[in-house]
């Protein structure tokens, strides 16, 4: 008797249902379905299992091949779309055949159950083809079986079987759309004829851009209510962007393409296309959104994670951490998105704590050229779009020239975003039709693409074409819509000839408007940092004190011993001084962020900001239990990535002013893998885009034998990036002065990045300790007096920063040289000149003025010191010489080289 008769009497459709669920997930199907199903899979693959151990009937046989047929084009439909507007797409087999899966001609005409897996009930295998061809393989090509949530699967088919994956408009809609595309195109060919070879960095052959974003904000406002955008986009399509997206005035773009002068002159600006921009936007219904681009450099992807840290810091701010009210958009190039690494360290951070922001939607304009790098030489994977796969993010191909189904797919990928919270990508795949900008001649090195594209219509005469035929519009609407576009650039175009200057507005405006721009002489002005002792003594105890019902580890029970115990013996060390720091400000309403590598406990324990129940491991802050807190702290220990977290954190500091926002280097030298966004964000946005950002960096620096990577913060990178008054750098030797910085930072009226090389040893060196006065009436100190010296009796005066200090003042002890002062300087920049000036008058007797660093003698601080106190008195050197590593490897090596520094201070 045949083992598997039981199977005529089984509906085919409940058995591809159910063989679908195995597919995903196997472990979900009752066992003796799954053995079934194994055994076919098995006997599919070859592994020589004879014909009687295993006989299905043939129609349930049939019904498995239809349903593998299913699911190849479900996995590989994308191979096989036609979303390539301007040349043949690369070749793939096997293809998807139906001879491929063991199926033939007279199978086309048959009837199989498994249609209801489609939703289309029982019908012929040429109908499943049809409409499998329909779904997966016209103008869009969708991955997303490599995703392992069934509910995520199950969803994205239920939306793919439903209109076969193509869009119903009505004429309403389509007129919509026609309009949008009129206004991309009429831009670009408008700039074309006004300023040719201009570099704009043209849409054209991408301008379904236009539309498809649109038609997402305005879905944003009336399906999901969202009440925010961030927009981060290169320079490709940015100007369209901003004119028909956010409606910047073309006035104000002509003045900019006639290059005039900006009306402010204490900014330098920038290039049109790297400028930002803030609007809300009403829409019929009402409902309005705000709209927000994020001003980039030309560093690409850069600009990725500081728009995400914006909305991040939006969320938290101003919508009580709700992510569904505000929605992310990242605009890549393929060439950019597939090359840049940064943008692998943006996914994998987008679903950790500390920087998730609800799913970002990002939409690749693929020109399928990067610069003049075809893409075959741009990147190893078939798709520019593969790093989504990292995430298991679904990815939408869509070829450009579709405009109905790119809307089609952004709506989509809106909806999958709202729902599952998630990244979604969309490869809007067309093509540049121009160099990469307007001045190349792409021909000498893509002959063959831009034959094809200089005869390709572009896509609103191709939507044209479409809507005529459809008889929804005709020649009168289309010349209409066209020249009343035109006439209203025409406008704009001869009202900038009157402007005289251009403008640039600043970004979020409304969440600056209580922060002045300030220059050089305010920098240099006292803050009032003060703090009242009792209150102090509250915030420590609260940080010492175990709450009810939590139990720590007993060496983290020493801990908060050891912390009441500084307080009462009055010596507060680094980590307690930055506590208390955060702790103040807290009370004061103002909010506090940290992230980077391992900063809840501190790269060298010193932090332990986070503590956790030993039984239940729940995370606990002991700073959040103060009942008088008006803001709030949050730190999270980061992925291992500078460049990302650090651009995120910068995005997180530019929407919130009132936030303390920190990031640490696990070692200064980290800082170099984030070296883009300190060159081209955190030491030029005021200059450029008018921006202000309080963002605060903390780099362990200073020589302790550890090796050239883990010596120096390189604090002559940043030093060098210094100029006029874009921000300041710092190296403090006490923690009351480390205290003050920090306070200092959110007390003042306006916004200035803040780098501080925090040390390693001073952590827990016993002189580096503040008494709680120093905390409660005093401030932050620029320069720090040698207060121990007798100044007539003084012969040398040294100028050195951070630890180097203590290790001077042990041997002038040891040596008894009562006629050397040692001079600190806390802030490196602005260095403020007048308080140097009076150091250098006051000590009279002095011969000989000496500049000491542990750095060698081409980093650290010497030549910044030297151009800057030129003026005021003749420095000489102490320092290692020069090197082209910070440091030594050798222990023993270092401490002779160490030694000689501090040698020449005594002996010159």
């Given at each position: 008797?045949?083992?598997?008769?039981?199977?005529?009497?089984?509906?085919?459709?409940?058995?591809?249902?159910?063989?679908?669920?195995?597919?995903?997930?196997?472990?979900?199907?009752?066992?003796?379905?799954?053995?079934?199903?194994?055994?076919?899979?098995?006997?599919?693959?070859?592994?020589?299992?004879?014909?009687?151990?295993?006989?299905?009937?043939?129609?349930?046989?049939?019904?498995?091949?239809?349903?593998?047929?299913?699911?190849?084009?479900?996995?590989?439909?994308?191979?096989?779309?036609?979303?390539?507007?301007?040349?043949?797409?690369?070749?793939?087999?096997?293809?998807?055949?139906?001879?491929?899966?063991?199926?033939?001609?007279?199978?086309?005409?048959?009837?199989?159950?498994?249609?209801?897996?489609?939703?289309?009930?029982?019908?012929?295998?040429?109908?499943?083809?049809?409409?499998?061809?329909?779904?997966?393989?016209?103008?869009?090509?969708?991955?997303?079986?490599?995703?392992?949530?069934?509910?995520?699967?199950?969803?994205?088919?239920?939306?793919?079987?439903?209109?076969?994956?193509?869009?119903?408009?009505?004429?309403?809609?389509?007129?919509?759309?026609?309009?949008?595309?009129?206004?991309?195109?009429?831009?670009?060919?408008?700039?074309?004829?006004?300023?040719?070879?201009?570099?704009?960095?043209?849409?054209?052959?991408?301008?379904?851009?236009?539309?498809?974003?649109?038609?997402?904000?305005?879905?944003?406002?009336?399906?999901?209510?969202?009440?925010?955008?961030?927009?981060?986009?290169?320079?490709?399509?940015?100007?369209?962007?901003?004119?028909?997206?956010?409606?910047?005035?073309?006035?104000?773009?002509?003045?900019?393409?006639?290059?005039?002068?900006?009306?402010?002159?204490?900014?330098?600006?920038?290039?049109?296309?790297?400028?930002?921009?803030?609007?809300?936007?009403?829409?019929?219904?009402?409902?309005?959104?705000?709209?927000?681009?994020?001003?980039?450099?030309?560093?690409?992807?850069?600009?990725?994670?500081?728009?995400?840290?914006?909305?991040?810091?939006?969320?938290?701010?101003?919508?009580?951490?709700?992510?569904?009210?505000?929605?992310?958009?990242?605009?890549?190039?393929?060439?950019?998105?597939?090359?840049?690494?940064?943008?692998?360290?943006?996914?994998?951070?987008?679903?950790?704590?500390?920087?998730?922001?609800?799913?970002?939607?990002?939409?690749?304009?693929?020109?399928?050229?990067?610069?003049?790098?075809?893409?075959?030489?741009?990147?190893?994977?078939?798709?520019?779009?593969?790093?989504?796969?990292?995430?298991?993010?679904?990815?939408?191909?869509?070829?450009?020239?579709?405009?109905?189904?790119?809307?089609?797919?952004?709506?989509?990928?809106?909806?999958?975003?709202?729902?599952?919270?998630?990244?979604?990508?969309?490869?809007?795949?067309?093509?540049?039709?121009?160099?990469?900008?307007?001045?190349?001649?792409?021909?000498?090195?893509?002959?063959?693409?831009?034959?094809?594209?200089?005869k390709h219509a572009n896509p609103k005469e191709i939507y044209a074409k479409k809507l005529i035929a459809e008889e929804i519009i005709d020649a009168d609407y289309i010349s209409s819509e066209t020249k009343a576009f035109k006439d209203m650039l025409e406008i704009g175009f001869n009202e900038a000839k009157q402007d005289k200057k251009s403008k640039i507005r600043s970004f979020m405006k409304d969440t600056w408007k209580d922060y002045k721009r300030e220059s050089l002489p305010a920098m240099l002005e006292a803050t009032d940092t003060t703090y009242s002792e009792e209150k102090l003594k509250n915030i420590a105890k609260i940080v010492s004190t175990t709450p009810e019902n939590v139990k720590f580890l007993r060496k983290a029970e020493r801990i908060?011993?050891?912390?009441?115990?500084?307080?009462?013996?009055?010596?507060?060390?680094?980590?307690?001084?930055?506590?208390?720091?955060?702790?103040?400000?807290?009370?004061?309403?103002?909010?506090?962020?940290?992230?980077?590598?391992?900063?809840?406990?501190?790269?060298?324990?010193?932090?332990?900001?986070?503590?956790?129940?030993?039984?239940?491991?729940?995370?606990?802050?002991?700073?959040?239990?103060?009942?008088?807190?008006?803001?709030?702290?949050?730190?999270?220990?980061?992925?291992?990535?500078?460049?990302?977290?650090?651009?995120?954190?910068?995005?997180?500091?530019?929407?919130?002013?009132?936030?303390?926002?920190?990031?640490?280097?696990?070692?200064?030298?980290?800082?170099?893998?984030?070296?883009?966004?300190?060159?081209?964000?955190?030491?030029?946005?005021?200059?450029?885009?008018?921006?202000?950002?309080?963002?605060?960096?903390?780099?362990?620096?200073?020589?302790?034998?550890?090796?050239?990577?883990?010596?120096?913060?390189?604090?002559?990178?940043?030093?060098?990036?210094?100029?006029?008054?874009?921000?300041?750098?710092?190296?403090?030797?006490?923690?009351?002065?480390?205290?003050?910085?920090?306070?200092?930072?959110?007390?003042?009226?306006?916004?200035?990045?803040?780098?501080?090389?925090?040390?390693?040893?001073?952590?827990?060196?016993?002189?580096?300790?503040?008494?709680?006065?120093?905390?409660?009436?005093?401030?932050?100190?620029?320069?720090?007096?040698?207060?121990?010296?007798?100044?007539?009796?003084?012969?040398?005066?040294?100028?050195?920063?951070?630890?180097?200090?203590?290790?001077?003042?042990?041997?002038?002890?040891?040596?008894?040289?009562?006629?050397?002062?040692?001079?600190?300087?806390?802030?490196?920049?602005?260095?403020?000149?007048?308080?140097?000036?009076?150091?250098?008058?006051?000590?009279?007797?002095?011969?000989?003025?000496?500049?000491?660093?542990?750095?060698?003698?081409?980093?650290?601080?010497?030549?910044?010191?030297?151009?800057?106190?030129?003026?005021?008195?003749?420095?000489?050197?102490?320092?290692?010489?020069?090197?082209?590593?910070?440091?030594?490897?050798?222990?023993?090596?270092?401490?002779?080289?160490?030694?000689?520094?501090?040698?020449?201070?005594?002996?010159?």
């Open positions: 008797m045949d083992r598997f008769s039981f199977l005529n009497t089984v509906h085919a459709g409940f058995i591809g249902d159910l063989y679908e669920q195995y597919l995903t997930n196997p472990d979900a199907i009752e066992p003796s379905w799954r053995s079934l199903f194994q055994g076919y899979d098995l006997a599919n693959e070859g592994y020589n299992i004879k014909e009687d151990e295993i006989t299905i009937p043939v129609h349930v046989q049939k019904e498995f091949q239809v349903i593998e047929l299913i699911n190849g084009y479900r996995t590989r439909g994308h191979l096989f779309t036609k979303t390539n507007p301007v040349r043949e797409r690369r070749q793939y087999n096997p293809s998807l055949d139906y001879s491929n899966f063991g199926l033939a001609a007279s199978d086309l005409s048959a009837v199989f159950n498994a249609g209801d897996i489609l939703g289309l009930g029982a019908v012929t295998l040429q109908e499943i083809i049809k409409h499998l061809e329909n779904i997966y393989c016209d103008s869009i090509g969708v991955e997303y079986m490599y995703i392992r949530e069934p509910e995520v699967i199950k969803w994205m088919q239920d939306k793919l079987n439903k209109n076969d994956n193509h869009p119903n408009y009505n004429a309403e809609a389509k007129k919509y759309i026609y309009s949008k595309l009129n206004q991309a195109v009429g831009f670009e060919n408008f700039l074309q004829t006004k300023y040719v070879g201009q570099k704009r960095f043209s849409l054209e052959g991408g301008e379904a851009l236009i539309p498809a974003i649109s038609v997402l904000l305005r879905n944003a406002s009336k399906d999901y209510d969202v009440q925010e955008l961030v927009l981060g986009m290169a320079h490709r399509g940015r100007l369209n962007t901003l004119t028909n997206i956010f409606r910047k005035p073309v006035r104000e773009l002509f003045s900019e393409f006639e290059g005039k002068d900006f009306e402010d002159e204490n900014i330098d600006g920038d290039v049109k296309y790297h400028l930002g921009y803030t609007l809300s936007k009403t829409f019929k219904d009402g409902k309005s959104i705000k709209m927000n681009l994020v001003p980039n450099p030309s560093h690409l992807e850069t600009v990725g994670p500081v728009a995400t840290g914006i909305a991040r810091s939006k969320a938290d701010k101003f919508y009580n951490g709700d992510t569904s009210k505000i929605i992310p958009i990242l605009v890549h190039g393929d060439a950019a998105i597939a090359g840049q690494g940064i943008g692998y360290e943006l996914l994998q951070m987008s679903q950790l704590n500390g920087y998730s922001v609800g799913g970002t939607i990002h939409i690749v304009v693929n020109n399928q050229v990067g610069f003049t790098t075809n893409y075959l030489d741009a990147r190893s994977s078939t798709y520019c779009t593969d790093l989504a796969k990292v995430t298991l993010s679904p990815v939408l191909h869509v070829n450009a020239d579709d405009a109905e189904a790119v809307v089609h797919a952004t709506e989509m990928a809106l909806e999958f975003r709202m729902r599952f919270k998630k990244d979604v990508f969309i490869d809007l795949l067309g093509y540049r039709k121009y160099g990469h900008n307007e001045g190349d001649e792409p021909r000498f090195t893509q002959p063959k693409l831009y034959k094809a594209i200089a908060l011993q050891g912390r009441m115990k500084m307080v009462e013996e009055n010596k507060i060390d680094w980590g307690m001084a930055e506590t208390l720091a955060y702790g103040s400000l807290l009370e004061e309403g103002f909010d506090v962020r940290i992230s980077g590598q391992d900063v809840e406990r501190g790269t060298f324990s010193h932090r332990h900001a986070i503590l956790k129940d030993e039984n239940s491991e729940e995370k606990i802050n002991l700073l959040n239990t103060n009942k008088d807190n008006k803001g709030k702290m949050s730190i999270y220990n980061s992925s291992l990535s500078e460049y990302a977290v650090l651009g995120f954190d910068y995005g997180h500091a530019m929407a919130n002013p009132n936030s303390l926002t920190i990031w640490e280097a696990q070692f200064g030298d980290f800082s170099n893998g984030a070296q883009i966004i300190f060159d081209q964000y955190m030491s030029a946005a005021e200059d450029k885009w008018k921006l202000q950002n309080g963002i605060v960096i903390l780099l362990p620096h200073g020589y302790e034998g550890q090796g050239s990577e883990h010596s120096s913060g390189r604090m002559e990178r940043f030093l060098q990036l210094c100029a006029e008054d874009n921000m300041t750098v710092a190296n403090c030797t006490t923690p009351s002065n480390f205290y003050h910085l920090l306070r200092r930072q959110m007390k003042r009226n306006y916004r200035k990045p803040l780098v501080v090389f925090t040390p390693k040893s001073l952590l827990r060196h016993p002189k580096a300790v503040s008494s709680i006065t120093e905390f409660a009436e005093k401030g932050f100190q620029e320069i720090i007096d040698d207060s121990l010296a007798k100044v007539k009796d003084i012969k040398k005066v040294v100028f050195c920063t951070g630890k180097l200090y203590y290790e001077l003042l042990e041997e002038r002890e040891k040596l008894e040289r009562n006629d050397i002062a040692i001079v600190r300087l806390e802030q490196i920049f602005p260095l403020h000149v007048e308080q140097a000036s009076a150091i250098v008058s006051k000590y009279t007797n002095a011969e000989t003025f000496v500049w000491a660093q542990e750095e060698p003698r081409n980093m650290g601080a010497w030549s910044h010191i030297r151009e800057r106190m030129e003026d005021i008195v003749n420095l000489k050197l102490a320092s290692r010489p020069y090197y082209a590593v910070p440091a030594a490897g050798s222990g023993a090596r270092f401490r002779e080289r160490q030694k000689r520094v501090i040698d020449a201070v005594f002996s010159i």
